[in-house]
């Protein structure tokens, strides 16, 4: 707990979280402050997710006023039968109806 020369006060919590959504398992290390104001703010090291055959991963991100902005992110597909450059082998891919791009 933070308590300031104007009786204002807050609560800051630094650490490492742990969030397991079925076979997966999301860690990510960092700081978290709220203020006698409401007001909420940190900073994350970094983190990986993985949906659907996405992964997100993010690097250096801040949580200021309502706001999640991060150094670096990047969105990978992990299954390499759905990528572009496979899009002939997938059955029922058709030229002209595919994400609107065609050669």
Request: hydrophobic fraction near 35%.
């Amino acid at each position: 707990m933070i308590l300031a020369k104007d009786r204002s006060y807050g609560f800051e919590v630094e650490g490492t979280v742990t969030v397991q959504l079925a076979k997966q398992t999301a860690e990510a290390t960092g700081t978290l402050r709220m203020d006698s104001n409401g007001g909420v703010s940190g900073s994350i090291e970094s983190f990986k997710l993985t949906i659907a055959g996405l992964e997100l991963a993010i690097k250096s991100a801040t949580i200021k006023e309502g706001t999640f902005e991060a150094a670096e992110a990047t969105l990978s597909i992990l299954y390499p039968e759905i990528r572009w450059e496979n899009r002939e082998k997938i059955e029922g891919w058709q030229k002209e109806e595919a994400c609107g791009r065609s050669r």
